[in-house]
């Protein structure tokens, strides 16, 4: 409740500070005005026409000026916002990227959870060492390839870590 009082404090100061300003400009332009034809009573309508448009001139000025503000102003807002887009999209595609390779590694555990159950033999099995083994046995150096190879493949994936470090640094 306290920070809406001080909101509708400072607008209270900002209208008071406008109308004042306006209060000077109109102040300003019939004192010169009156200046002017009491100089020259033949031209009186001129001096207020030279106090209107030296105001107009700062008025000019003052709304270029606002004008480009505000567009500074919501060129940096875009600027930013799209910054924030482009590392979403940027993030997305890793998430994918490594979702891909995970898979890869969970079918591959299921694989190799196959080839364990068929390396139990029970005691009335006839087979011989050479019909078991080629039963779906999965190799050791295979076994440890499937799980490594997704994973170094993610990481040298050119720009991956890059892309991680870039966005890690904004």
Known sequence: MHKLQNTKLELKHILIIIFIIILAIISFVFVVGYII?????KHSITGYSIAISFVGV???FGGAYLGAKVSGDNSRKLYEY???EKN???INKLEIAASIKMIKVLNHSNIAKESRLNL???PEDNRTYDEI???GI????????GY?????????DRGFCCKVKNIANH
């Open 37 to 41: 034809s009491y100089v020259d009573p």
């Open 58 to 60: 700062f008025a000019t």
């Open 82 to 84: 799209q910054k924030n």
């Open 88 to 90: 979403k999209q940027i």
């Open 120 to 122: 139990y033999v029970a």
């Open 133 to 135: 083994m080629s039963s």
């Open 138 to 145: 999965m190799e050791t150096l295979d076994l440890i390839d």
């Open 148 to 156: 490594a190879n997704p994973i170094i493949e993610l990481l040298e």
